[in-house]
């Protein structure tokens, strides 16, 4: 696979990462050699393989069930505080670099 | 005095008997720390206060002829990606270098609760990302046993504050290895549970269908001490399994005659240091005149396990490091005009080289075009890995392996190449993949007299076999730490 610089703005601008020119170019080449490591995944046949997303469905999910209700293990009450209490919102916003009493403070969404 | 010969047991009944106190362990865990710690650098955080109130609780308890939990008094260190209410968590990161976390992740809350005394949050790589602790916004650790070497990470700092001496026992996280690399390294036993044994509550995540925590201990009963206090289901946990959770410290002492343990070929080819090969096998002797039936197995997809998980950490890691824009907490650059720069660039100084080759990474192979290519076809290659597992554990009841192809190596030698780096997790991937427990246990030396892990793969949730097989090595061939 072959990544280009342009590949390396793209990505990091999905990943909101402004990177340096040097940062790109250190970038470009380790991708590289490690997706052409990862590249050897494609000698397996995979087509009659389901994809395996996580190791937990395998413990508790009830087979006789249908849809959602096979992870009801998973699930609680739909209600208010029912597993704690909320934050306050004083603790909410003490790691806050920027807040008044109620919002976290950030500059300008919108631009005019 | 350091810590080091004391056992959980031997701590807790000497405070229990008052032959000592908790304050008095805690006093000597800050004394080892104080001297030790400059080189070390095993600790980001020390908790005084929190450790000082524990330690009076517990000898409160003492004083008054109560008995005690079953960990009372023993002091811990807990690594730095765990949250601890009120006391600064970082997660070995520039981006949380000022996070003091509201609450208290669970695994902690239940080491509290049964009686353990933090003493301090544990040095780690950044977000959990490294096999060497020298990716730490912190400075690296070193490795006690040679401190010109890497303790192996990313549980690094939990590792070496154990070997030192400065704690009892320590709990690390492991998404790729991080518990049972750096135990190999330091010359520990480090566990890692089975996926969901162990709730996740707290837990600073890096790739979340791989994490898992667990002890790291001067012995096997210690570990299976740790791992009772903190498994079980946790509704705050949708991952932790509705599974009971047994008397891990009863099951030790049962026989482990009988017993079918599997060698993988796949795990004894190239790349693996001689050295760990002669201790590993003479291991696997031991096993057989301990009356074990040695049997040989393959797991025939083992060398399609490191990439596949490299994609598919980088991919979870990537979307659960998005949180970090300077918002709600954490760094966040100063004198940015726009919202965008300041996510941006508070992303960009906030995290180290390593985390955003891996958020890079994990974008790359989740973006449209490439999703197919690499994400989805290692979660099938994941299932194929799996399957080896299960098909493998169908004739023998646990697999033991070296736990690293090398012993630790050298501060510096492996930062400019992340494949080499990478490779270096190649036989402890897999259980992560799998979900399946490991445990790795000292089994040799090197002539440098660096330290050689054994370890010891076991089904999901049969913690019990693996701890017993590796507490009958132990005892038989007197390696503990």
């Known amino acids: 696979m072959k990544v280009s610089e342009s590949d390396v703005r793209y990505v990091a601008d999905l ?34 393989v ?22 009801s293990y998973a699930a609680r009450e739909d209600i208010v505080e029912g597993l704690r209490k909320s934050l306050p919102h004083d603790e909410a916003l003490a790691n806050a670099p920027e807040a008044d009493e109620n919002f976290f403070k950030v500059p300008k969404v919108i631009e005019r | ?87 600064r968590t970082t997660a070995g990161s520039k981006i949380l270098s000022n996070f003091i976390p509201p609450y208290d992740s669970t695994a902690v809350a239940r080491l509290e ?4 005394v933090i003493v301090g949050k544990a040095n780690c790589d950044e977000f959990a990302m490294g096999s060497s602790n020298e990716n730490s916004a912190y400075g690296p650790v070193r490795n006690p046993r040679d401190t010109s070497r890497v303790p192996g990470g ?25 518990i049972r690399q750096p135990a190999s390294f330091c010359g520990v036993t480090g566990l890692m549970p089975t996926y969901g044994r162990v709730s996740r509550y707290g837990l600073i995540a890096f790739a979340s269908s791989l994490d898992h925590i667990g002890p790291l201990t001067n012995s096997v009963k210690d570990a299976a001490l740790v791992l009772r206090a903190i498994a079980g289901r946790d509704p705050m946990d949708s ?25 993988a070929k796949e795990y004894f080819g190239e790349g693996l240091d001689e050295e ?66 300041m996510y941006r660039r508070t992303r960009d100084e906030g995290f180290g080289a390593e985390v955003k080759r891996r958020i890079m990474l994990g974008t790359y192979v989740l973006s449209a075009g490439y999703y197919d290519a690499y994400y989805l076809k290692a979660q099938k290659v994941r299932a194929l890995l799996t399957r080896d597992f299960d098909e493998a554990f169908k004739e023998v009841d646990a697999i033991v392996t070296p736990t690293c192809p090398t012993a630790a190596f050298r501060l510096g030698d492996k930062v400019n190449d992340p494949l080499a780096m990478y490779l270096a997790d190649i036989y402890t991937v897999t259980a ?20 050689i892990g054994l370890q010891i793969l076991g089904k999901h949730f049969d913690e019990a076999t693996i701890l017993r097989v590796a507490h009958a090595y132990e005892t038989a061939s007197g390696h503990s730490s």
């Open chain 2, 154 to 178: 990313s549980s690094g700092g939990s590792a070496a504050a154990v070997a030192a001496g400065m704690v009892v026992a320590a709990l690390g996280s492991d998404t790729g290895g991080s």
């Open chain 2, 276 to 341: 760990v090969r002669k201790s590993v096998e003479a291991a696997i002797e031991k096993l057989a005149k301990l009356e074990c039936e040695i049997v040989p197995v393959s797991l025939p997809h083992t060398k399609y396990a490191v990439p596949t998980y490299y994609v598919v950490a980088t991919a979870e890691a990537s979307s659960n490091l998005a949180r970090y824009d300077g918002v709600r907490y954490g760094f966040r650059v100063k004198q940015a005009r726009t919202l965008s720069e």
């Open chain 2, 432 to 451: 992560d993949l799998a979900g399946i427990p490991g445990i790795s246990i000292p089994c040799g030396e090197t002539e440098e007299k660096l330290p």
């Open chain 2, 239 to 263: 991952t932790s399994a509705e599974v009971p959770v047994p008397d891990y410290v009863a099951e030790l002492e049962k026989p482990v005659r009988g017993l079918k343990i599997g060698v």
């Open chain 2, 1 to 87: 005095m350091t810590l080091q010969k004391l056992t959980i047991d031997s701590a807790r009944d000497a405070v229990q008997q008052r032959t000592t106190t908790a304050m008095s362990l805690a006093e000597s865990a800050y004394e080892t720390i104080q001297k030790e710690d400059g080189t070390i650098n095993a600790f980001v955080t020390l908790c005084k206060e929190r450790t000082l109130e524990q330690a009076d609780r517990i000898d409160r308890m003492a004083a008054e002829g109560k008995p005690l939990p079953r960990l009372g008094g023993v002091p811990v260190a807990i690594k730095d990606v765990m949250c601890t209410r009120g006391v």
């Open chain 2, 113 to 116: 609760a049964a009686g353990a």
């Open chain 1, 50 to 71: 389901a994809p395996m997303a996580q190791v937990s469905d395998r413990y508790g999910v009830d087979e006789s069930k249908q849809g959602s209700q096979r992870f």
């Open chain 1, 15 to 48: 990943a909101n990462l402004e990177l340096t020119e040097e940062e790109r170019a250190h970038l470009q080449r380790d991708l590289n050699s490690i997706l052409t490591y990862m590249d050897s995944l494609a000698e397996l046949n995979t087509d009659k």
